[in-house]
């Protein structure tokens, strides 16, 4: 059955390699002749009067003069919208996308309402000073919109693993990129296909669908593709991961991988599962009608990617077939996959235009990338003609068939549409333009004087254009900029964050320890009860130190205040903070054996000399706080009004959490209890810093809104920990919780709503940030780190 399987396979492969063929045939003769030169020609010349000289000399300068850079997104929309081009830039931008991506015709008859709607919905974000698109929150209020938080925060987890699992050799930041790129691919495809009458309940069921279907499609590229390209396996590994690709593909089942004898075991054993659970979603998913085209297709694609990946740049024999067929295939069958899994009816218009769209883009990354993938011995049509061009007479110039390939889908695809030529050209001359500036103006000749083509009329005519052309950029462009630019950015942050985190809590730790008062009782040292070592052993059974080191970071780099001075506030909270969680491990309490993986000090003592430490150690926290004298008497005296009317604060939430044992609470009581625990610690980390900088009620205020939506989401992360924790990663015990019969998020919530009531609450505190000052992204990290940590 598989040898009958991988024939009918091999033969769907060869139907659409001759197809391939004579395609690539045609674009041939075209180089050959040199009539896309004179045709584009006039292509350009109609396109520059929209681009070209529109407007007058001193304009002209003006508009340059303060045209922000691109780098800076925000500003540069602003920019757009007041030089009135922003409406002209969504023009072609939804254009290019619903051309590209959704492989449509602008002259269908529902395209020009889903073109301004789609528009609407670019515009409304985009000149929104408040919203930022790439950031968790308003990735959450969208899904949220769509009643789809559930599937948000699953694909959230999902993300994280696969970034955790990725091993050095494979670049997990542009795994994310292409996994969330592919994902928003397959959702614009559900969203084109689902009828105007459909019901919000049957919409969320279909974006749910596709954001799991785009997951397990998004897959492919870094566990397949990019791991095949990288170096991480050897050879004879990749020839026998490839045979288990291909074996799925032919039979339609995932074969047993128990039998890897190649590296990474454990990676590859979470491949397996991933793209096992992800394959057999889309076959659920797949009307069975239509499954043959699913794996007929994916074949396509795989096999054309094979036999591309193959190629060595040091043969010199290749035929120009050989290097253009595969690449044909693989960038049309790449995206005529997507309407196969979302089970979309078969539109010959639709794959038409797709075949024949796939090589123009497929041409222009490989352009972009041709100096890296040079580097990297990669075959592309680029790299392959630099190597071989002045040996090999009978080689394509693949820059030529690139410009041909623009005049094909004009003329002979969309029938000479304007707006398909305004936003083919446009996106032409805005690559041009992109990759002359990155190389620089030296580079960029050097490299044309081997593939520019040979006609001058057309040559001179599009320099002349690259050069002065305004108004060319596209959204997917800005978007991938600043995508790759936050990325980035949040990346470098978040090291730095965690390393200062760390190098914190190692210097909170050498300090943190207490010395007894001075001795004033007048009693001999040996007749002491050693109050300071039943302290210090709980102070130095580990810990986060989460509570001192926000302090820190307020304190320090947002309110200038010396580190040294702010060090008895650093005490006095994790001595607060020890002191509560002895009194919680108490008998008559919660009954803890263990704490940070140690016996509870009740445990190692007894309970009254538990009782008594927590005791020592809470009037220990108001003793350190008296010594502040680098610090103005009266903000001293405000910070311990505060401080104690916080811990009276803190002992109510510590009996409301007694008196709740073995009851049914409510969501807001839940809440209550939390911010009563939890969240007044987390205040007090901000307030304190605060105080002593003399900040204004306002800003406190906020501070203060902040921490109760941090704190309730770090005890709701708590809760999910211990339901769902490894005991050996948390340092205590789980499903104590549900053992004991107490009342967390996830009882009274459910695993689900919890999930997403954490989430609601890190959006609320994330939002509060936009009303404080803030010189340092520190509480964007804390939250984030609130919600990732495992323990």
Request: proline share 3%.
């Amino acid at each position: 059955m598989d040898k009958e399987w991988s024939k009918k396979r091999e033969e769907s492969y060869q139907v659409q390699e001759k197809r391939a063929m004579e395609y690539f045939s045609e674009l041939s003769h075209g180089v050959a002749a040199k009539t896309y030169a004179s045709t584009l020609l006039e292509d350009l010349k109609i396109w520059e009067k929209q681009h070209v000289g529109k407007h007058s000399a001193v304009d002209f300068l003006m508009k340059r003069k303060n045209k922000p850079s691109r780098k800076n997104y925000h500003r540069y929309i602003k920019w757009l919208d007041g030089t009135k081009q922003l409406e002209r830039f969504l023009d072609r931008s939804v254009a290019y996308i619903f051309i590209r991506d959704l492989g449509k015709s602008l002259t269908e008859a529902d395209s020009g309402e889903k073109l301004e709607r789609t528009k609407a919905f670019f515009k409304n974000i985009l000149i929104s000073d408040k919203n930022e698109l790439f950031r968790m929150e308003s990735l959450f209020r969208l899904a949220q919109k769509e009643g789809i938080e559930s599937s948000f925060i699953w694909l959230i987890e999902k993300v994280k693993n696969i970034q955790q699992v990725i091993p050095d050799g494979l670049d997990a930041s542009e795994a994310r990129r292409k996994l969330l790129k592919l994902i928003a691919g397959v959702l614009m495809h559900q969203l084109d296909h689902l009828p105007k009458d459909v019901t919000p309940d049957e919409r969320r069921e279909a974006l749910d669908e596709s954001i799991r279907l785009g997951y397990a499609y998004g897959l492919t590229y870094p566990f397949i593709d990019d791991l095949l390209d990288s170096d991480l396996l050897t050879a004879v590994e990749k020839k026998q991961y490839s045979a288990f690709i291909r074996s799925t593909l032919v039979t339609g089942e995932v074969p047993d991988m128990t039998q890897w004898t190649g590296s990474h075991p454990d990676f590859i054993g979470f491949i397996h599962t991933e793209l096992k659970a992800g394959f057999e979603y889309i076959k659920e998913k797949q009307p069975e009608a239509l499954r043959n085209r699913f794996f007929e297709e994916a074949y396509v694609f795989f096999e054309a990617q094979e036999r591309d990946r193959l190629k060595t740049l040091d043969n010199p024999h290749y035929r120009n077939e050989e290097i253009f067929v595969p690449i044909i295939l693989k960038s049309a069958f790449s995206r005529l996959i997507v309407r196969s899994i979302i089970g979309a009816p078969v539109d010959d218009g639709f794959h038409d235009r797709t075949f024949y769209y796939g090589i123009y883009n497929q041409l222009a990354d490989d352009f972009t990338d041709m100096f890296m993938d040079l580097e990297a011995g990669a075959v592309t049509p680029y790299t392959y003609y630099l190597t071989y061009h002045e040996k090999r007479k009978d080689l394509l110039n693949p820059f030529e068939l690139y410009w041909t390939v623009v005049t094909y889908l004009l003329h002979h695809v969309y029938d000479s549409d304007d707006v398909v030529r305004e936003v083919m050209v446009s996106r032409a001359i805005n690559s041009q333009q992109r990759f002359k500036k990155r190389i620089g103006d030296s580079s960029y000749e050097d490299l044309m004087a081997v593939i520019k083509p040979g006609e001058e009329d057309f040559w001179n005519h599009l320099q002349r254009l690259i050069q002065k052309a305004e108004d060319v950029d596209f959204l997917d462009k800005l978007i991938r900029d600043h995508m790759i630019a936050n990325y980035g950015q949040e990346e470098e942050e978040r090291d730095e964050f965690l390393a200062k985190i760390e190098e914190l809590r190692i210097a909170i730790n050498e300090f943190i320890s207490v010395e007894d008062i001075p001795n004033a009782t007048g009693l001999s040292a040996n007749l002491e009860v050693p109050l300071a070592k039943a302290a210090n052993y709980s102070l130095e059974s580990g810990g986060k130190r989460l509570r001192p080191i926000l302090t820190w970071f307020m304190g320090v780099e947002e309110f200038d205040l010396k580190e040294e001075a702010l060090v008895p506030v650093l005490k006095s909270l994790e001595y607060m903070h020890t002191a509560s969680l002895i009194f919680d491990d108490l008998p008559a309490q919660d009954n803890a054996e263990f704490r940070r993986g140690r016996p509870t000090l009740h445990e190692v003592y007894h309970t009254a000399m538990a009782e008594i430490t927590g005791l020592y150690l809470t009037q220990k926290a108001v003793y350190e706080q008296t010594t502040l004298e680098a610090f103005d008497a009266k903000l001293v005296l405000k910070l311990i009004q505060y401080s104690s009317s916080t811990i009276t604060e803190m002992c109510k939430g510590q009996l409301m959490d007694l008196e709740s044992k073995n009851k049914q609470l409510t969501l807001e009581h839940l809440e209550a209890i939390c911010f009563y625990k939890t969240g007044l610690a987390f205040e007090a980390s901000l307030v304190m810093p605060a105080i002593l900088a003399g900040k204004d009620a306002t800003e406190i205020a906020t501070l203060k809104k902040y921490a109760y939506h941090a704190g309730i989401a770090f005890q709701i992360k708590d809760d999910l920990l211990d339901a769902e924790s490894d005991e050996a990663l948390l340092g205590k015990p789980t499903g104590q919780d549900i053992e004991n019969e107490t009342s967390t998020f996830v009882t009274v919530l459910g695993l689900e709503q919890a999930k997403i009531a954490m989430w609601e609450h890190y959006t609320l505190a994330a939002e509060t940030l936009k009303q404080i000052k803030q010189r340092t992204n520190f509480l964007r990290h804390f939250l984030q780190y609130i919600v990732n940590r495992d323990s």
